[in-house]
């Protein structure tokens, strides 16, 4: 068996400090801040309390836990599909050989995802507007009757979904497109000179080798995604009547509006756990080379 | 060489010395610490000239300021005091004052105020009474304002009304809400904030207690709101949206500053506001002082059948942090800063509303800069204050609940008072002062 240099670890010291520091420190002063009771104004007094602030996430009663929950699970979810099918779709369409300004267009698609998240929700509040926004005018030209979005309590999560998958789409974009130019191009001449059509191009040659980074675009856009918090508080303050609070914004009123930090602790925990719980999932049933 | 070395050695050890001596002349001079609202230090006035007097006679202490956005005021204010690393001087939102000084971030003002002649008798009697906490005073007031009706009298003259007849009953507010509204020029009669924010509560208050009601009762231990006076108010809300259709229902989509922006823009022709319009119009408009006063309105909000003219107000305090090394120098320094002479200026520039009775005796002065001081003035012996209690914020976000389900008639305005009223008795019971 080799022996590996003693060198090796001391190049990598640097990083393993900055990672324990910077990473695991942050994520075990959480775990132990959800076990105590801790308030904004007295950050110094911790009491011990166990599980219990687990506890009261499930007696919360406005919004409940469970409906924040589903919440989060509808924006994540609608957000993560359409990230990666419309990215997907334009990387294809960006990978085409035929196309002229191609880099020009990569760049232009990464404009959402550089701009930041306030920013993107006050546009898309401007777009949502009911008089002045162009969704509605857009609407009327096909005689149909201009909607609230935003203000209507079941308008305001499919709004808020719409928001950030314009802003996520060049995330999976930018990977999908390292995915594709990753193949050798070889394989699809050889393809096309077998007759192979378009779609069994894409079934049998495509989505197979590019499989590994779809499963990255997947886990890394579900974390961030769950995360998403500022183009919510400033589309929605996630309203009315709660219909867009996810767990980001719930964990933010419980720990900063309303002073919870050990409360908002064990939010974050959750958010994380729920975050590797699909990572897990993704990995394990979408792992390249399971078939 | 011998004569280098010892060179070399008397240099060693003069240097910490004369170092030594720095520090100590530093360790002389005392630094003052505030944490204020950002928009505090747009001017001279108060903090930098009460600075510079404060100077004059302790020319040893030097004030440093920082200017923070609201949320961030009260979170850093927390965390670093927390940290035991917090300001002397902070501005405090009179709706924090029960949170800070229930977690001692605060110290006693009581005997400080008391030690200064006059102080504490100039203040107006309510504004005095809301710096305490379970009867210790806290802080000074520095500012405040008032929820008033603005209105477009060019939009009044185009619906052929008085624009010098404001209405004055709820009655007439929807009437004129109607004559206003005018979808083929995209006008509404009357805006309110319905957003996801406490400014939808904070906006209903003061029709709740024109109409009798209160926030919580008295020694803020059950909830009140949920009285006939709350459904009232209420139902007025959900008339003006629902059944008369002058106030759009997309109020609830859009942010306080929004429904500003569409009076600005003369999409809405009334509008309950805080303080008045004459900045925007003045800053954004480029309006004289004789074409804002031509243009819009400000009247006091209107009276429901037997009910009694009232308003809600908010406003600043400064006050002192346990963390102050040298609170007698900071207390005076903040003394300085509410003197009327100091004052004046900025409130006047701000179109803030004084709390002195010393400065409101200045009306003419007022008058002559913030156009409608008068209609301020007139409402402000009548103004209640939000419960300064530190579960407020979750007591607001259960009355905007109620607010919303009524808006989108999800619920009778009953039904959501009763139901948001029993949510904040559980908060209440959980109270720990």
């Known amino acids: ?291 | 060489m011998k004569r280098t070395i010892l060179w070399l050695l008397v240099l060693l050890i003069l240097f910490p010395l004369a170092l030594t001596g720095a520090e100590r002349r530093e360790s002389e001079e005392i630094v003052l610490t505030a944490m204020v609202r950002d928009y505090s230090l747009n001017y001279d006035t108060p903090w930098y000239t009460a600075a510079e007097k404060f100077s004059e006679k302790y020319p040893h202490v030097r004030i440093e300021f920082e200017g923070l956005p609201y949320n961030d005021q009260r979170e850093k204010v927390l965390i670093t005091v927390g940290a035991e690393r917090g300001p002397d001087i902070v501005m405090v939102d009179c709706i924090w004052l029960g949170e800070f000084a229930s977690n001692n971030i605060l110290i006693d003002l009581t005997s400080r105020i008391s030690a200064v002649p006059g102080l504490r008798d100039d203040y107006i009697e309510s504004f005095q009474q809301s710096s305490k906490w379970n009867g210790i005073e806290y802080g000074l007031w520095l500012w405040t304002d008032v929820r008033m009706l603005s209105y477009n009298k060019d939009l009044f003259r185009a619906a052929g009304l008085d624009p010098n007849k404001p209405p004055a009953t709820w009655a007439e507010l929807r009437e004129y809400a109607k004559k206003l509204t005018n979808p083929a020029t995209g006008v509404w009669g009357y805006a309110f904030p319905a957003f996801s924010t406490d400014h939808t509560a904070d906006r209903w208050y003061p029709f709740l207690y024109m109409a009798g009601g209160q926030i919580l009762s008295d020694d803020y231990t059950r909830a009140a709101f949920n009285s006939e006076a709350g459904v009232q108010a209420l139902q007025l809300l959900v008339d003006l949206m629902r059944n008369d259709k002058v106030s759009p229902t997309d109020l609830l989509g859009i942010s306080e500053s929004d429904v500003s922006n569409g009076f600005f823009t003369e999409k809405y022709a009334m509008q309950i506001k805080v303080g008045e319009f004459w900045a925007d119009f003045r800053d954004k408009g480029g309006l004289t002082f004789d074409e804002y006063k031509n243009k819009i309105g400000v009247a006091p909000l209107p009276v429901p059948p037997g009910g009694s003219i009232a308003t809600g107000s908010g406003g600043w305090l400064a006050a002192i942090t346990r963390d102050s090394k040298h609170p007698d120098l900071a207390f005076e320094y903040i003394t300085m800063v509410v003197e009327t002479y100091n004052m004046t200026e900025f409130l006047i520039k701000q179109g803030a509303i004084p709390t002195r009775k010393s400065m409101l005796a200045l009306e003419d002065r007022f008058l002559s800069a913030v156009p409608y001081f008068n209609v301020a003035a007139e409402v402000l012996p009548h103004t209640q204050f939000r419960p300064p209690i530190p579960e407020y914020s979750q007591i607001s976000s259960e009355i905007v609940f109620a607010i919303q389900s009524a808006l989108t008639g999800r619920a009778a305005p009953k039904a959501a008072l009763d139901l948001a009223a029993q949510r904040v008795n559980a908060i209440l019971d959980q109270r720990k002062w």
Do not use: C
């Not at chain 1, 995802?113 to 507007?129: A, D, H, N, R």
């Open chain 1, 1 to 291: 068996m080799r022996r590996r240099p003693a060198v090796g670890y001391l190049y990598i010291t640097p990083l393993v400090v900055g990672v324990l520091l910077f990473s695991i420190y942050p994520v075990i002063q959480v775990v132990w801040m959800s076990f105590h009771e801790i308030h904004l104004a007295s950050l110094r007094q911790m009491t011990w309390v166990g599980l219990q602030n687990y506890a009261e996430l499930f007696r919360i009663q406005r919004p409940t836990f469970s409906s924040v929950l589903t919440i989060t699970a509808l924006f994540v979810g609608g957000s993560v599909f359409f990230h990666v099918v419309i990215g997907l779709l334009l990387a294809l369409m960006l990978n085409a050989t035929w196309l002229k300004g191609r880099t020009f267009f990569r760049n232009l698609y990464m404009l959402p995802w550089i701009t930041s998240g306030i920013m993107v929700g006050y546009t898309w509040s401007f777009l949502f507007e009911p008089r002045a926004g162009i969704l509605n005018y857009m609407l009327s030209l096909l005689s149909l009757p201009a909607q609230s979005w935003t203000a209507d309590p079941t308008l305001a999560l499919p709004s808020i979904i719409i928001a950030n998958i314009w802003r996520g789409v060049p995330y999976s974009l930018i990977i999908l497109t390292g995915g594709l130019q990753s193949i050798n191009p070889e394989l699809n001449e050889s393809a096309i000179v077998d007759g192979a059509s378009t779609t069994q191009i894409f079934r049998l040659i495509t989505f197979p080798l590019i499989k590994s980074f779809i499963l990255l675009t997947l886990i890394l856009d579900t974390g961030l995604t769950f995360h998403v918090f500022d183009t919510i508080f400033s589309m929605t303050a996630g309203g009315p009547m709660h219909s867009t609070e996810t767990l980001a914004v719930f964990m933010y009123y419980q720990a900063f509006k309303y002073g919870k930090i050990g409360l908002g602790s064990s939010i974050s925990m959750v958010l994380l756990t729920f975050a590797l719980i699909i990572a897990i999932v993704y990995m394990r049933f979408f792992r390249p080379g399971r078939e």
